[in-house]
């Protein structure tokens, strides 16, 4: 088993934990709650026995505890968005290569076999005309961070693996609400690119939750809700496909993709990285 510790003891660090625990790859030994038991972080940093970390701290950690554990020889597991910033990225993903490890982002949404399916699909539909999404709900506000880097993240992970190429050429905010402190708290924009239409819709003041996804083909189209029952409408040159999937176990898909990441000492930074600049991109334009 690989010996590891939790960095982050809040909502998603208590989710973690069950999960690690609950893994036969991996085994518990420390947990650093709060950022004032530094004796205790030294201490998992200097631990020879512990061979990985889990980070799912606040955002802005990120960076410097990833780099501390990466230095310290350890591989590193660390919750999205890797970063906010595209330098730091690049900085994690040589010092992983230069020390034989992995670096781990947890872009959870590509766990979900709904959007697995979305993707695997796509290949079938054509040359893809639009992608519009949305991700809403009440909640998750958090003094440095907006609704960009907290839940906006998510998708704009699932539209980079779906056209890896995607450049964005222009960006038009049509709605925007920001907090006391000037985090985005809604955020509404249209984006074209690669002959491409993008239409986000990002959200934590809204009162009903929702995740979808329509993409818009040459050939078809495939639409995804993550909250209802039927998750994914696939509907092509061979009619309406209807898919139902459980979403209950993707941290569980993410731990056992972790562990391929250390057997093969690989890192997914290219993608953090995209997603970074793309997100920088939006929030530049809400200033």
């Known amino acids: ?11 998603w660090g208590k989710i973690l ?29 200097d631990d020879e026995t512990i061979q990985a970390v889990f980070i ?38 040589s010092l992983s290569i230069y020390n034989g490890l992995a670096m781990f982002t947890d872009h959870i ?38 609704v960009v880097d907290v839940l906006g993240v998510h998708l704009i992970n699932v539209l980079l693996t779906l056209v890896p190429d ?9 709605k925007k609400e920001k907090d006391k402190n000037g985090n985005l708290l809604l ?12 239409r986000f819709k990002f959200s934590s003041i809204t009162e009903t939750k929702e995740r979808k996804i329509e993409v818009v083909g040459e050939k078809g189209s495939i639409f995804v809700d993550l909250m209802s029952n039927e998750n994914v409408i696939v509907n092509n040159q061979s009619g309406n496909i209807i898919y139902s999937f459980d979403e209950k176990n993707n941290i569980r898909s993410s731990l056992t993709n972790f562990v391929n990441h250390i057997n093969n000492k690989q890192n997914n930074c290219q993608l953090a990285r995209k997603t970074a600049v793309l997100a920088d991109d939006i929030k530049k334009l809400t200033k």
Request: proline letters at 1%; glycine letters at 6%.
């Open 1 to 11: 088993m690989i010996r590891c510790a939790l960095l982050g003891y809040g909502y």
């Open 17 to 45: 934990e069950r999960y690690i625990d609950e893994s036969l790859d991996f085994e518990l030994k420390s947990i650093y709650a709060h950022r004032n038991q530094v004796e205790i972080l030294s201490r998992i940093k």
């Open 56 to 93: 799912a701290t606040s955002i802005d950690s990120h960076f410097e505890l990833c780099k501390m554990m990466l230095k310290a020889g350890k591989h590193v597991f660390c919750e999205k968005p890797l970063s906010k910033y595209a330098e730091e990225i690049d900085e994690l993903e």
């Open 109 to 146: 949404y590509l766990e979900s076999p709904s959007i697995k399916m979305l993707l695997s699909e796509a290949k079938k539909i054509g040359e893809i005309k639009s992608f519009d999404a949305s991700i809403t709900q009440w909640g998750n506000f958090y003094e440095n961070d907006g």
């Open 166 to 174: 995607f450049m964005a050429e222009e960006i038009e905010i049509l």
């Open 187 to 198: 955020i509404q924009t249209k984006i074209k690119g690669n002959s491409l239409v993008v």
